[in-house]
């Protein structure tokens, strides 16, 4: 009778903790799920949820306050996600809250983190659907860094390709890099160009000296260049000299027939002829002559090249071809 009674309260008080583990663990649970408190319930939708599972956690500003209630499949590439939200924090919610699914750590359960908006917006009610971000995927991250690793492999590949090719000594790159006389021939270049550009340099500086010292008031060019009574009278001495140099060298033919009169007539001219040290007086005289006519010559085509008077000669000629039209 007695073992009867013992097994009898051994059996009651197992029961009764039996009881008590299951209350707290319903209790617990739902704690945790947000049973037996007051709560609202919001909504997200994703493209993708990244193996979300209901149950799982959702945070705001990372601080649990709700977990995921529903997951709705809409069409292919858009899933509805219901969160159960406790209401003491409904106050904090704004419309502009933005919703992204990520991982609990490296290798935990997947959680829906909420991050408020960065401007003001209205207060968030119960069954309102707030914006959501996808992030990129650990596979989508995967796949990235496998095509970024194949591309530093080619890029790695070309590289080493490239400089055994300059080490040796192929290309430009590489015969600048093996050959010491092209790398001299070079340098003395550079040396050359530096040289060339630091005298023109100092041959800009100095013709800027001279330009500047030229006194415009009271020079000769300030005269030719502004005074048009002084260009009339160089004008006029420029026509003189052509005529002049026109008349030599009709005095010069004479003379020339002159000579040749003396050399075949008889008389005083025939000894004239005779006496070859006033002949060579004569031929000396008259080849100083026609040197003055070049020179003088020279110095009429000069000045008609010279860039002061190049315009004055130009009119001169132009008169000259309407004249003969005329």
Do not use: W
């Not at 004479?254 to 004569?282: F, Q, R």
């Amino acid at each position: 009778m007695e073992k009867s009674n013992t097994q009898k309260l051994n059996l009651g008080l197992f029961i009764i903790i039996t009881t008590l583990l299951l209350i707290t663990a319903f209790y617990f649970v739902g704690n945790r799920q947000n049973l037996f408190g007051k709560t609202f319930r919001i909504s997200a939708i994703f493209n993708n949820v990244n193996g979300l599972q209901l149950g799982n956690n959702v945070r705001y500003s990372g601080i649990n306050v709700g977990t995921v209630k529903n997951i709705t499949m809409i069409n292919d590439s858009t899933i509805c996600v219901d969160m159960i939200i406790e209401s003491k924090i409904l106050k904090h919610f704004k419309k502009n809250a933005v919703a992204a699914i990520g991982s609990d750590g490296l290798v935990g359960s997947m959680v829906i983190n909420i991050s408020p908006g960065k401007t003001k917006s209205l207060p968030l009610i119960s069954g309102d659907t707030i914006l959501s971000y996808s992030k990129i995927s650990t596979n989508d991250m995967l796949e990235t860094l496998n095509t970024t690793n194949e591309n530093a492999a080619l890029l790695t590949s070309d590289l080493l390709k490239i400089t055994t090719a300059i080490n040796q000594g192929k290309g430009t790159l590489g015969m600048l890099i093996k050959d010491s006389d092209m790398a001299s021939n070079l340098k003395q270049t550079v040396v050359n160009f530096k040289t060339a550009s630091t005298n023109a340099s100092k041959t800009i500086s100095e013709l800027k000296k001279i330009v500047n010292s030229i006194n415009y008031d009271e020079s000769f060019a300030s005269v030719l260049l502004s005074d048009s009574i002084s260009a009339i009278k160089m004008k006029s001495i420029i026509t003189n000299l052509d005529n002049s140099s026109s008349g030599i060298d009709s005095i010069l033919s004479n003379l020339n027939d002159v000579v040749l009169n003396v050399k075949n007539s008889e008389g005083t001219y025939n000894y004239i002829m005779n006496d070859t040290a006033l002949v060579k007086n004569i031929d000396e005289t008259i080849k100083n002559i026609k040197e003055g006519s070049v020179r003088l010559n020279e110095n009429l085509e000069a000045l008609k090249h010279n860039f002061l008077l190049r315009s004055y000669f130009k009119k001169l000629e132009r008169q000259k071809r309407r004249e003969e039209k005329k």
